[in-house]
C-alpha cells in the first residue's frame, strides 16, 4: 500500500537537512527522488513533479549518466515537465487567453514545445554512460484563477538551498 501525502511530507522533512549537508551520498538523494516522485504519484503537482526531477536529476549527475534506470527516469521526468507547461498554455489560450496582447508570444513557445516534446519522445531514453543533460528552467505555469492573465514561468516553488 502506498504511504500517505502526509508521511511522505513528514520524510521528506527529516530527510532533506540531512541531505543539504550530504548532497553527495547516493543512498539519500535516490531516497528522496523516490519520496517526491510518489508524491507527485498521489498529487499530481507541479511541486512534486520538479522536485522528483530535481533530485533524480541530481543522482544522475552523482552516478555519471552511468546508471540507465536514473538516466531513463530523468528523460520521463523531462517529458512530463514539458507536457505540463503545453498543457497550461493549451488550457490558457482555450480559455480567451488566444484574444490577449501576448498570444502570438505564447502560442510560439507552444509550437516550440511541441517540437521538443516530439524531439524526445521519439529519442531513445538514455542508456548507460549517457550524458546528463541539465535541468531544465522551471517550465511550471502559475495561471491566475480567473485566466484573464498570460500564464507564466515564475520563480520555482521548489529550492534544495
Keep these: 500500500m502506498p504511504q ?7 520524510q521528506l522533512a527529516e530527510l532533506t537537512p540531512q541531505w543539504e549537508t550530504d548532497q553527495q551520498n547516493v543512498d539519500l538523494t535516490r531516497r528522496i527522488a523516490r519520496l517526491w516522485e510518489d508524491r507527485f504519484d498521489q498529487k499530481q503537482t507541479e511541486e512534486s513533479l520538479e522536485g ?10 552523482l ?3 552511468i546508471n540507465s534506470a536514473t538516466t531513463g527516469k530523468v528523460h520521463d521526468l523531462q517529458l512530463q515537465k ?3 507547461r503545453a498543457r497550461s498554455i493549451e488550457d490558457w489560450l482555450l480559455h ?3 484574444h490577449h496582447e501576448e498570444a502570438a508570444t505564447y502560442q510560439a513557445e507552444l509550437q516550440q514545445l511541441r517540437a521538443q516534446i516530439t524531439d524526445l519522445a521519439l529519442k531513445p531514453k538514455p542508456t548507460s554512460k549517457a550524458k546528463p543533460t541539465a535541468p531544465a528552467a522551471n517550465p511550471f505555469v502559475a495561471l491566475p484563477e480567473d485566466r484573464d492573465a498570460p500564464p507564466s514561468a515564475g520563480p520555482g516553488i521548489f529550492g534544495a538551498n
Excluded at 500517505?4 to 513528514?10: K, L, N, P, R, Y
Excluded at 522528483?52 to 549527475?61: F, S
Design 4 to 10: 500517505s501525502v502526509a508521511t511522505i511530507d513528514h
Design 82 to 84: 514539458l507536457r505540463l
Design 63 to 65: 552516478l555519471g549518466g
Design 52 to 61: 522528483a526531477y530535481y533530485y533524480y536529476h541530481h543522482l544522475n549527475e
Design 96 to 98: 480567451g487567453g488566444d
